[in-house]
């Protein structure tokens, strides 16, 4: 590339250096340099290490961990870019933060979602890339171009190289709001479909689970698109064991796995559960056997490339790159 044509910048955050390096490595490029320091009184400090004068800036960030501390961080290294004529910002944002309060669900509930739209487009971002959005409509609370990629492509993948007997397994939605997403995988892999119907009592507690569709004698493959405290996870595996199914898998996009997550999952009936590395999970997988991953980095390489060339990125939505 030229020096005279404007190049990519990749920058990340402190949130999830590894998955910046793969999808650096992936692209071909170095990371650019960027200090991000905290001062004693907790305040966040940021330094662009090199020029971004009309560049192309993508600047990689997932909401986990310290979730308020990243979404900060992010905000002040776009602005940092902006003011020093970055010629577009892109944020990539492989785990949206916020993204499960995305509606006004009871009296004087926040819709914080659309709060952190507010912030990263004030921020001076001119563009997001995110992965499996917990609701496709948070793409509406921006004034700026989003691309929520997919993972389905790579769980398919997955799916069919790692799941020996997948031709004679069943899709399984641990609740109703996923049931568009696992039929979907449902349909692509030519198999049967079932619903899990819960009830909470409160956030975070199922109280019961009812199935809806015949999965004995099979291999049931629940989909959703996060694990926080898996409690939800393990119920449905315990419930699918009871009618029948052979055998449990559980194959998630955001593996947040907060709290108790990891001894519910060795305490469950689950042969694996399958994460993507939107959230950094190393640490959880030194402890827990029963974790693998599917790596999400081609896909975000792919995505930044054909955006810096103007190229279209819906191809990304049903294929996984090699």
């Given at each position: 590339?030229?020096?005279?044509s404007?190049?990519?910048?990749i920058?990340?955050?402190?949130?999830h250096?590894?998955?910046?390096?793969?999808?650096?490595?992936?692209?071909?490029?170095?990371?650019?340099?960027?200090v991000?320091?905290?001062?004693?009184?907790?305040e966040?400090?940021?330094t662009?290490?090199?020029?971004?004068r009309?560049e192309?800036?993508?600047?990689?960030?997932?909401?986990?961990?310290?979730?308020?501390?990243?979404?900060?961080?992010?905000l002040i290294m776009?602005?940092?870019?902006?003011?020093a004529?970055?010629?577009r910002?892109?944020?990539?944002?492989?785990?949206?933060?916020?993204?499960?309060?995305?509606?006004?669900?009871?009296?004087?509930?926040?819709?914080?979602?659309?709060?952190?739209?507010?912030?990263?487009?004030v921020?001076?971002?001119?563009?997001?890339?995110?992965?499996d959005?917990?609701?496709?409509?948070?793409?509406g609370?921006?004034?700026?171009?989003?691309d929520?990629?997919?993972?389905?492509?790579?769980?398919?993948?997955?799916?069919?190289?790692?799941?020996?007997e997948?031709q004679?397994s069943?899709?399984?939605?641990?609740?109703?709001?996923?049931?568009?997403?696992?039929?979907?995988?449902?349909?692509?892999?030519?198999?049967?479909?079932?619903?899990?119907?819960?009830?909470?009592?409160?956030a975070?507690?199922?109280?019961?689970?009812v199935?809806?569709g015949?999965?004995?004698?099979?291999?049931?493959?629940?989909?959703?698109?996060?694990?926080d405290?898996?409690?939800?996870?393990?119920?449905?595996?315990?419930?699918?064991?009871?009618?029948?199914?052979?055998?449990?898998?559980?194959?998630?996009?955001?593996?947040?796995?907060?709290?108790?997550?990891?001894?519910?999952?060795?305490?469950?009936q689950?042969?694996?559960?399958v994460?993507?590395?939107?959230?950094?999970?190393?640490?959880?997988?030194?402890?827990?056997?029963?974790?693998?991953?599917?790596?999400?980095?081609?896909?975000?390489a792919?995505?930044?490339?054909?955006?810096?060339?103007?190229?279209?990125?819906?191809?990304?939505?049903?294929?996984?790159?090699?």
């Open positions: 590339m030229s020096s005279t404007n190049s990519i910048k920058f990340s955050g402190s949130s250096v590894e998955l910046a390096k793969l999808v650096a490595k992936r692209i071909g490029i170095d990371l650019s340099k960027v991000v320091l905290k001062y004693s009184n907790q966040t400090s940021v662009i290490g090199e020029s971004v009309d192309d800036v993508f600047i990689i960030q997932s909401g986990c961990g310290e979730i308020n501390d990243n979404l900060m961080e992010l776009i602005n940092a870019c902006k003011t004529s970055a010629r910002i892109t944020a990539v944002i492989p785990c949206y933060p916020y993204a499960r309060q995305d509606k006004k669900d009871k009296s004087r509930a926040p819709i914080s979602a659309k709060l952190v739209a507010n912030m990263l487009t921020a001076g971002a001119n563009h997001v890339i995110t992965v959005l917990h609701a496709s409509q948070i793409q609370f921006f004034n700026i171009p989003v929520n990629l997919y993972c389905e492509p790579s769980m398919l993948k997955y799916i069919k190289t790692h799941i020996s997948w004679n069943i899709i399984v939605s641990p609740d109703a709001g996923g049931a568009k997403r696992a039929a979907s995988i449902a349909d692509r892999l030519n198999l049967e479909f079932a619903l899990i119907h819960k009830e909470r009592k409160k975070n507690e199922v109280s019961r689970m199935l809806v015949d999965v004995s004698g099979k291999t049931a493959i629940l989909i959703d698109d996060m694990a405290t898996c409690g939800t996870l393990k119920m449905a595996a315990t419930t699918l064991k009871e009618r029948g199914a052979s055998k449990v898998y559980a194959i998630v996009a955001h593996g947040i796995l907060s709290g108790k997550a990891i001894d519910v999952i060795n305490d469950s689950l042969e694996s559960l994460v993507t590395n939107t959230i950094p999970h190393d640490d959880k997988k030194a402890i827990c056997s029963k974790i693998d991953t599917i790596d999400i980095s081609p896909t975000l792919e995505a930044i490339r054909r955006t810096h060339n103007g190229e279209s990125v819906s191809f990304l939505f049903s294929h996984a790159p090699e």
